[in-house]
T-cell receptor
Framework: NAGVTQTPKFQVLKTGQSMTLQCAQD?????MSWYRQDPGMGLRLIHY???????DQGEVPNGYNVSRSTTEDFPLRLLSAAPSQTSVYFC????????????FGPGTRLTVL | TQLLEQSPQFLSIQEGENLTVYCNSS?????LQWYRQEPGEGPVLLVT?????EVKKLKRLTFQFGDARKDSSLHITAAQTGDTGLYLC????????????FGQGTILTVHP
């Protein structure tokens, strides 16, 4: 199993550009989520999904869109990139349940100029 | 909004020393997880605690969940250079099983 994969690994955008961060998992997990990690702030939840066709907002959703058309894929779209969105983005997946271990991808380092 | 306060933010110690990392909140969590993250990689789960007062041991690491399920601690005995990394606590609250609230993280550096 590949686990959770993310592409690209690195990305540089100009302010106002749009892009999609890709995330895929091959563990048949119901739950998938996107986090951003900034120095001194741990990981903050952007959006999450409990299954195909179902998404909801996390703690910091503004400026981001998601969709979940399949169990495997959960892309994150930046509509109009801003310097405040410079961060490291992690996708995670897990089985649905309170003891569910979250499996994280390797991350995407995004810089918005 | 549930918050998790993790302390200390930075910890620099010599190999062989003991250390404790704390994770505190005013909110009750249904479970609490501890992750370790290496540079350039995603966090990896170390342990999940779900019962108030629970203590779990993983070799030299001891994890405790507070009786009221509002706080947790990670104790490392005789730290080794391989323990160096970012340690994150994460709480799952109420019925939001999959939604984790993360602490700010503790950067641990163990010097030889």
């Amino acid at each position: 199993n590949a686990g959770v994969t993310q592409t690209p690994k690195f990305q540089v955008l100009k302010t106002g550009q749009s892009m999609t961060l890709q995330c895929a998992q091959d563990m048949n997990h119901e739950y998938m989520s996107w986090y951003r990690q900034d120095p001194g702030m741990g990981l903050r939840l952007i959006h999450y999904s409990v299954g195909a066709g179902i998404t909801d907002q996390g703690e910091v959703p503004n400026g981001y869109n998601v969709s979940r058309s399949t169990t495997e894929d959960f892309p994150l779209r930046l509509l109009s990139a801003a310097p405040s969105q410079t961060s490291v983005y992690f996708c995670a997946s897990s089985y649905w349940g309170r003891e569910g271990e979250q499996f994280f991808g390797p991350g995407t380092r995004l810089t918005v100029l | 909004t549930q918050l998790l306060e993790q302390s200390p933010q930075f910890l620099s110690i010599q190999e062989g020393e003991n250390l404790t990392v704390y994770c505190n909140s005013s909110s009750v969590f249904s479970s609490l997880q501890w992750y370790r993250q290496e540079p350039g990689e995603g966090p990896v789960l170390l342990v999940t605690v779900v019962t108030g007062g629970e203590v779990k041991k993983l070799k030299r690491l001891t994890f405790q969940f507070g009786d009221a399920r509002k706080d947790s601690s990670l104790h490392i005995t005789a730290a080794q250079t391989g323990d160096t990394g970012l340690y994150l606590c994460a709480g799952a609250g109420g019925t939001s099983y999959g939604k984790l609230t993360f602490g700010q993280g503790t950067i641990l550096t163990v010097h030889p």
